[in-house]
């Protein structure tokens, strides 16, 4: 998984700067820890990702940097 904080982290490389994250205390009832899970999606659809975050990130970059 990839948290919040990782996910700012690797958006900053691939991206213009962003803002410091602004940390609050969570809502009632919000969910401390979570993630997403793609193995019932492998199991039951085949599914599995083409690319890496990392790389999605790139692609996403060059596609913005492209149309500017």
Known sequence: GVSINNL??????FTTPLRSPIRKPLPPGDIRHSEADTRKAKKFLG???SVS????LAKY??????QE
């Open 47 to 49: 599914y599995a990702p």
């Open 53 to 56: 975050l990392k790389e999605g």
């Open 8 to 13: 700012h982290a690797l958006m900053q490389r």
């Open 61 to 66: 970059r060059e596609s913005v940097i492209m």
